[in-house]
């Protein structure tokens, strides 16, 4: 596709596919089947996988859908579908700690909230603070190392029904990390455009 035309998902994926990651899970489930051709048409030469979440529950729960699709003893990257932004991808694959990239917005109520201490490493995650201690929101992008333990935090929050705001949360799952003695750190990035909140995933792209 044109430049012009693409979708928030196509930038994404060049930047990705451009760095040399060639093998990709989506989790899909409203406009599904226009998102899974879009991206069979433009990026075969990846290894594809569609997994449909049939119901919104959350991040945290589409996440932890694709645990049967991975390798838990490898790290896992979490890019979410609605957000482009700056940032040395293979600095971030490279970087021995798991990291969690963040940006400074002028509010971060409608966000996952991160508590950084004075070495660069999350202290605290909360998801959408009604009175927030710090400005430095979440930006949709996970580099894990330790994925069992992740998932392990997921399927926690999940058994023990554990949302936050109605929704089981991936913000949750990583704060769970953290209280077990996980070391997380930050990615400052450049040039965040959020380009609409979760519930919108491409609804402003025409995807004919």
Known sequence: PSHDTQPIL?????????????????????????????????????????????VGKGIGHAVWL????????????????????????????????????LRKVDDPRDFGVAEVNDSGFIDRLVEKPQIPKSNLALVGIYKINESEQLFRCLENNISQGIRSHGEYSLTDALD??????????????????????KETLLESNALS
């Open 176 to 197: 769970c990390m953290i209280g077990q003695g996980t070391p997380l750190k930050s990615l400052k990035v450049d040039n965040w455009f959020d380009c609409g909140r």
């Open 66 to 101: 694709v645990k049967d699709q991975l390798n838990l003893e490898e790290p896992v990257f979490i890019v979410l579908g609605d957000t482009i932004c700056e940032y040395d991808i293979k600095a971030v694959i490279a970087e021995d700690r798991s990291m969690i990239g």
């Open 10 to 54: 196509g930038h994404i994926m060049d930047h990705l596919v451009g760095e040399g990651i060639d093998e990709f899970i989506f989790i899909i489930g409203y406009l599904g089947d226009k998102i899974e051709q879009y991206l069979t048409e433009n990026y075969n030469q990846c290894k594809l996988t569609f997994v449909i979440q049939t």
